[in-house]
């Protein structure tokens, strides 16, 4: 184990895939105080049930994606909740199609227990690993996938561009 935030860590070459989702613009001060704008994005996505909006779906990993990073004193980006798609779906309301890039990423496992606190804990680790090594801040995403059907005890894969 690495630590008891994050179980395993490794480099894996992900293909270019697709995903359609809902974005916000925010800044890591304002999402590192646990304030942010990204926990009541998560309650409005699964509230207002938007993930019925997103047509041709592959499969039903949710993915929280990371993009669009400026580089100013707040470190301004892109967060957005959506599903991972085939070609030629239609995009509804505030959809937005996401070109996730073929490419290396560092993958993070988190421990085991509730998404939101061990998603939050990773990055805390993840912030301190770019520290010492090279992330690209082209896009970045979690996977939520089968391990997370209970929210309370989750495990959550992040992918970090390198």
């Known amino acids: 184990m690495l630590t008891d935030l994050v179980v395993s860590q490794k480099v894996v070459k992900v293909n270019e895939f697709t995903v359609v989702?809902?974005?916000?613009?925010?800044?890591?001060?304002?999402?590192?105080?646990?304030?942010?704008?990204?926990?009541?994005?998560?309650?409005?996505?699964y509230k207002q049930q938007l993930a019925n909006k997103i047509a041709n779906k592959v499969n039903g990993n949710t993915f929280a994606l990371y993009t669009e990073f400026e580089y100013n004193q707040k470190m301004d980006f892109t967060f957005a909740l959506g599903y991972e798609v085939l070609p030629g779906g239609e995009l509804k309301d505030d959809m937005r199609e996401f070109i996730i890039p073929e490419g290396e990423y560092m993958v993070f496992t988190t421990a085991i227990g509730p998404a939101r606190q061990v998603v939050v804990e990773a990055w805390a680790y993840i912030r301190e690993w770019a520290k010492k090594n090279h992330r690209a801040y082209?896009?970045?995403?979690?996977?939520?996938?089968?391990?997370?059907?209970d929210p309370e005890y989750s495990q959550v894969d992040i992918y970090v561009s390198i």
């Open 138 to 149: 082209k896009i970045d995403f979690e996977l939520y996938d089968e391990r997370c059907i």
């Open 21 to 45: 989702g809902v974005p916000i613009r925010t800044d890591e001060p304002v999402e590192e105080t646990g304030t942010g704008l990204i926990p009541e994005h998560w309650q409005t996505f």
